[in-house]
């Protein structure tokens, strides 16, 4: 067994606060679970887009397009604006926005020669 020694100086960390902030992360977590939502956000990270360009783009039909990004909003992870007859969604989760960048080095990033 190892045993970490700690100044004695330092702060005795909140679990409460850890708790409750594993509680925001998981819930963050299973939403980004699903392939669909996934790809959806790494689409928005690359800026805003409508309804229509990312059917196009992403390949996903309308019927699932607009149920997952109906998932996206009520979690707080993206917002709309309305254009004409356009809506546009973008994220506005700075959490989700750190963690899709973060897999998208890792996942996403062309191999090192």
Do not use: W
Request: charged residues 25%; hydrophobic residues 35%; glycine residues 4%.
């Amino acid at each position: 067994m190892t045993t970490v020694k700690t100044p004695s100086s330092e702060k005795k960390l909140d679990f409460d606060a850890m708790y409750a902030s594993a509680d925001r992360a998981c819930s963050l977590l299973k939403v980004l679970a699903n392939p669909d939502r996934l790809v959806l956000l790494c689409r928005l990270a690359g800026g805003e887009a409508c309804v229509s360009d990312l059917e196009t783009s992403l390949d996903i039909r309308q019927p699932t397009l607009s149920q997952q990004l109906g998932v996206l909003r009520e979690e707080g992870l993206v917002s709309t604006r309305r254009e004409g007859k356009h809506i546009y969604y973008s994220i506005t989760s700075p959490e989700s926005i750190a963690i899709i960048n973060a897999l998208q080095e890792q996942f996403c990033s062309p191999p090192e020669k």
